[in-house]
């Protein structure tokens, strides 16, 4: 049933990423004045100026901020009159990329910038996520995203494919290995070591299509296939402890066709990590893959960006010749909800 | 550096939404302390019932009655319930899986301590005492002893006196809004009853008020500059509309003001002169009263009009 795999009609890469420091609390800057550094670096790594963007994508949420359309104050930073094409989601960075690599699969664009911030500071970020649950059934109860992903966790715990042990190292190696501490319990079985720190952020791509993307850097991470998909919306009706979303996503995008040395995985909590290796197939017998070197979401977990961070993260592994094949992943809701996969490739 | 500014800002909605015959089934079931599941495609029982099948996305509508007792099937130890959830002393969330069901329900566990909880436990709901139509018309489960009984699901009509057709949701988030540097200093000097905008070092416009960047530039405004007090209205608009909550009588006008000095026109009300004799190009000063941090409206100033020229780019 599954049709056969093709790779996209046009080169794509990305060809500069830039991040923000990632603070708890950013109350002296707005966040037109967190973005624009980060703009203006990923601008300054390829030269480009911002008239010569053809397509400007951006990834953020009004109930961080609290306002609508809080995302057209960002825009200013971006220089956007007179006006530019421009478009923005609802939803994490991760999902802005993919529609700027739509645009440029298209030909309407050769290059493009993609951004996304968030700022988390200003409210509670556990209450504000559960806004994003099904209405009528689950958002009444007013389930945080630290309670969801601890029913994951316990499915995971009860069915022996993790222990507080494993979940214990893998907060431990995202944190460099320096703070192995895994806290204190704060929805059990989940510890404080287990959940991402909250914190704001921004973070900003550029995309370029062929030669383009050739001059205006050495070594351009090709996105060679990019999918995602997304599983049944209530979570009684899920297995908890797969992903499947992520593993159809993953075939989509290439991910299996050739095993990959790297793997920016955006894993919240230390036990989604655990369902994401097994839906990629990273821990094969043998297997090398680096898992999350930049720390992954559980050393920085900018909400909007951190997924968008996963795919630059990736990419500038290839810049800088770290990594020849990498895979990127990015997620959205609660308990790995919605799940998009890239696979990005260097010339060798 | 000026201190940051913030401030509480509570963003408050009663969401009104319509229910459709499944979803209305369900909550007037619950009403009447009857649980419906529906069947999907597959032959499984989806509780809560769901519209359209999980896996093929058919339209569903063979309602079925399940059990008000069940199984978890995983948890999670809340220790510190917060606004809003179903308890207000520590608890468990569940998944429970109802009997009859092959699919489970979210929802809060009463239990003393983490120790009386685990996963394949035996609990039964705890009917909340005014039930409305609404999910929390199960207050809880509570742990249930007997072990799970073969269920017989038997097919229902979803149909029930006086169904309930909506639920009214209110969600509430507070923040500390923090409008940043460039708007901090603004709003600092407007305490002062100084209006201070900022100039792109690119095209040496200044923003009034400054919002961090000029948005023609892309680049950070960085020279704070004082502006007015005196400015031109470039256009305007009668209101007739009196506003909930804002003691002021209609018709009254709002105008796009430029004040001196400024490459952006600004916003504020017109007084001290009829309605009707507000003009493009009328010169006007703000007023100011006792304790305000802004100006409470803007007045004719008594200078000539100026020169339509004077002001054409920036309407």
């Keep these: ?348 | 550096m000026s201190e940051v500014l913030t401030a509480p800002l509570v963003v408050e909605f009663p969401f009104t939404r319509s229910l459709g015959p499944v979803q209305g089934a369900f909550l007037t079931g619950l009403r009447e302390r009857t649980v419906l599941g529906i069947r999907a495609r597959d032959g499984r029982v989806v509780v809560p019932p769901v519209e359209y099948d999980p896996v093929t996305a058919d339209e569903l509508r063979d309602l079925v009655e399940v059990a008000p007792t069940g199984t978890v099937t995983t948890w999670a130890w809340n220790p510190s319930p917060r606004r809003g959830q179903p308890l207000t002393t520590p608890f468990a969330w569940v998944l429970v899986r109802l009997d009859g069901a092959d699919t489970a329900l979210l929802h809060a566990l009463a239990a003393p301590a983490p120790e009386a909880v685990r996963t394949g436990m035996r609990v039964r709901i705890r009917w909340a005492v005014a039930r409305t139509g609404a999910i929390t018309d199960i207050a809880c489960f509570e742990p249930a002893d007997g072990a799970a009984a073969e269920y017989q699901v038997t097919s229902h009509s979803g149909e029930f006196a006086d169904p309930v057709t909506g639920i009214t949701a209110p969600a509430r988030l507070d923040y500390a809004y923090a409008p940043g540097g460039a708007q901090s200093r603004y709003i600092q000097a407007l305490a002062e009853r100084k209006t201070v905008g900022e100039r792109c070092p690119a095209c040496r416009k200044v923003y009034v008020p400054p919002r961090g960047a000029c948005p023609t530039c892309g680049v950070a405004t960085d020279e704070q500059v004082e502006v007015g007090p005196r400015g031109t209205v470039t256009t305007f608009c009668i209101v007739n509309i009196k506003a909930r909550n804002l003691d002021i009588e209609v018709p009254y006008v709002y105008a796009h003001i430029a004040l001196d000095g400024a490459d952006l026109a600004l916003h504020a009300r017109i007084g001290g002169i009829p309605y009707d004799q507000v003009r493009m190009g009328l010169r006007v000063e703000p007023v100011w009263t006792e304790g305000a941090r802004f100006p409470d409206h803007y007045r004719p100033a008594g200078e000539p009009d100026a020169d339509y020229d004077s002001y054409k780019e920036l309407i």
Excluded at chain 1, 285 to 313: C, F, Y
């Design chain 1, 1 to 348: 049933m599954s049709e056969p795999v093709r790779g996209p009609v046009r080169e794509v890469a990305v060809v500069a990423f830039g991040q923000s420091e990632h603070v708890p609390d950013s109350a002296e800057t707005s966040e037109v004045e967190m973005l624009m550094p980060v703009l203006h670096d990923v601008l300054a790594q390829t030269g480009l100026k911002a008239r010569d963007i053809d397509f400007t994508c951006s990834g953020s949420s009004d109930y961080l901020a609290g306002r609508a359309f809080s995302f057209t104050m960002a825009l200013d930073g971006v220089g956007a009159w007179p006006p530019i094409a421009e478009s923005h989601v609802e939803m994490d960075g991760a999902w802005a990329l993919y529609e700027a690599w739509v645009k440029i699969l298209t030909g309407e664009a050769d290059t493009a910038l993609v951004y996304a911030y968030g700022k988390s500071s200003p409210g509670d970020l556990r209450e504000v996520l559960t806004r994003q649950l099904d209405p009528y059934y689950v958002a009444p109860l007013w389930p945080d995203s630290v309670a969801l992903a601890a029913l994951q966790a316990q499915a995971l715990i009860d069915t022996g494919i993790t222990d507080a042990r494993e979940l214990a190292g893998i907060g431990a190696r995202s944190r460099g290995g320096t703070d192995a501490d895994p806290g204190r319990q704060l929805v059990g079985p989940l510890r404080t070591g287990d959940c991402p720190p909250v914190v704001d952020g921004a973070a900003a791509v550029i995309l370029a299509a062929g030669d383009t993307a050739r001059r205006l850097v050495d070594r351009p991470a090709w996105i060679r296939g990019i999918d995602h998909r997304i599983e049944a919306h209530s979570l009684g009706v899920r297995d908890l402890t797969d992903s499947p979303s992520t593993r159809l996503a993953a075939e989509r995008a290439g991910a299996f066709e050739a095993p990959v040395d790297t793997a920016e995985l955006h894993a919240p909590f230390t036990s989604q990590e655990v369902v994401l290796r097994r839906a990629l197939r990273l821990d094969a017998a043998g297997g090398t893959v680096r898992v999350n070197p930049s720390g992954g979401a559980l050393a920085a977990n900018p909400v909007m960006a951190a997924g968008l961070i996963r795919l630059g993260e990736a990419a500038a592994a290839i810049h800088r010749g770290a990594s020849d094949r990498a895979l990127a992943h990015a997620t959205s809701g609660p308990c790995l909800q919605q799940n998009l996969v890239a696979v990005l490739e260097g010339e060798r």
